[in-house]
């Protein structure tokens, strides 16, 4: 997976009601930040280790889509994205603390090995269908997270116009597009199912 894998570019701040219970001004313009293609892992159903003795981790479900091709001005989103996902962008929220306190970036946070764990791919249905159904995360059976592209604070079209522009978007790149409210603690042993609709797309357990 990995090796298909160039860029993976998230977006912070991207519901209104996520940056309310974080106490976060909402964004005026798309808050970018990267992970490393280490970051990406599949879920498989499996367990996946988790950094131990850093603070509370969190969960936070997204959509995820990948950039099927070089990005052209003006391409539209359709032809541009060819396949999605649903992942998870784990937060050791403790240490972002302490990183925004300090100024400093938010990679010790973010960025560290099995932080950002995806589903298979399925087939992107395009922009205004991916709004007919809603992703969801549950937590050992109980439903955490629910969200819908339409939700957004910045669409796909601004989101990929957006790193485009400022950093650049090609083939193979792929873009964590934001989590919506209900984020919270996640410890080992805590199962996490994703799902799109009514498709169950993965799962994984925390180690």
């Known amino acids: 997976m990995q090796s298909m894998i160039q860029n993976v570019y998230c977006v912070g701040r991207n519901y209104r009601l996520h940056a309310a219970e974080l106490g976060n001004e909402v964004p005026t313009k798309p808050m970018i930040f990267m992970k490393p293609t280490h970051a990406v892992v599949p879920m498989s159903g499996g367990k996946i280790t988790m ?36 992942g998870l962008d784990f937060t050791l929220r403790d240490v972002q603390t302490v990183c ?31 709004q007919d159904s809603d992703f969801v995360l549950l937590k050992n059976d109980n439903e955490v997270q629910r969200g819908n592209a339409r939700d957004m604070i910045f669409d796909l079209k601004t989101i990929v116009e957006f790193i485009a522009t400022h950093y650049g978007l090609g083939k193979g790149d792929i873009i964590f597009t934001g989590t919506p409210a209900g984020v919270g603690a996640a410890v080992t042993g805590d199962k996490l199912e994703l799902y799109f609709g009514n498709e169950r797309l993965d799962s994984c357990i925390i180690a």
Request: net charge negative; glycine share 8%.
């Open 51 to 86: 950094p131990k003795d850093q603070g509370e981790l969190h969960y936070e479900a997204e959509l995820v889509i990948r950039i099927g091709r070089d990005y052209e001005p003006g391409m539209p989103m359709d032809d541009l994205i060819d396949v999605m996902a649903l």
């Open 100 to 130: 925004k306190q300090k100024g400093h970036p938010w990679t010790a946070a973010k960025a560290f090995r099995n932080s950002a764990p995806i589903t298979p791919y399925i087939a992107f249905p395009g922009v205004d269908a991916l």
